[in-house]
């Protein structure tokens, strides 16, 4: 199986701060990484796609960039709204699929 | 709007079988198109992808799964269902099911806790 090991695994941060996360595979996935927002008590949501691909609808502050085995999720200036728990999840050659531990954005 | 549906029973004792079952609507479970994935998270810990099945009927699990697994479609009904048999605590936790598409968990489920005790 892949392992994904994501940091940190939690972060303190103000309304307008940049954020990023990494996401490191324990082997050479490509571009198959996705990247998804979870608040509690709500289901998971795509936020991003291969690696880089904004879905449709979602704040141009997310983003996402790497390929290989290490990747970073960034968001650009925190709103509130963003306070969430995400995770990164890979789909190399399809499955089993995995996810990173998550990383808790709480405010500071 | 694609919606999904968890459901099942909430309490499940150790060593019996946890069956759940997620009602699609707003679109065909048998879509070739797509996939569908069963995923949980337990309490205080991160996702944990269960195993997908795609149009053709072929089901995938994750290898290290401690209890045995089975994802089944049923068509005429439009649901995906999940059987864990010989539950442990450690199958404690909310499932989400998903429709998935390109390895990416496109559509999610609510989410159905389930605590076994």
């Known amino acids: 199986d892949i392992q994904m090991t994501q940091s940190p695994s939690s972060l303190s941060a103000s309304v307008g701060d940049r954020v990023t996360i990494t996401c490191q595979a324990s082997?050479?996935?490509?571009?198959?990484l996705n990247w998804y927002q979870q608040k509690p008590g709500k289901a998971p949501k795509l936020l991003i796609y291969?690696?880089?691909i904004l879905r449709t609808g979602v704040p141009s502050r997310f983003s996402g960039s790497g390929s290989g085995s290490t990747f970073t999720f960034t968001i650009s200036s925190l709103q509130p709204e963003d306070f969430a728990t995400y995770f990164c999840?890979?789909?190399?050659?399809?499955?089993?699929?995995?996810f990173g531990g998550g990383t808790n954005i709480q405010i500071k | 709007q694609l919606q999904l549906q968890e459901s099942g029973p909430a309490l499940v004792k150790p060593s019996e079988t946890l069956s759940l079952t997620c009602s699609v609507s707003?679109?065909?479970?048998?879509?070739?198109?797509?996939?569908w994935a069963w995923i949980r998270r337990p309490p205080g810990k991160g996702l944990e992808w269960i195993g997908s099945?795609?149009?053709?009927?072929?089901?995938y699990y994750k290898p290290s799964l401690k209890s045995p697994v089975t994802i089944s479609v049923d068509a005429s009904k439009n649901q995906l269902s999940l059987k864990v048999t010989s539950v442990t605590a450690a199958d404690t936790a909310v499932y989400f099911c998903?429709?998935?598409?390109?390895?990416?968990?496109?559509?999610w489920g609510q989410g159905t806790q389930v605590t076994v005790s």
């Open positions: 291969d690696a880089s």
């Open positions: 099945i795609y149009y053709s009927g072929t089901a």
């Open positions: 999840q890979q789909y190399d050659n399809g499955p089993p699929l995995s």
């Open positions: 707003g679109g065909a479970i048998n879509n070739r198109g797509y996939y």
């Open positions: 082997q050479d996935i490509s571009n198959y």
């Open positions: 998903a429709r998935g598409h390109n390895g990416a968990l496109e559509e």
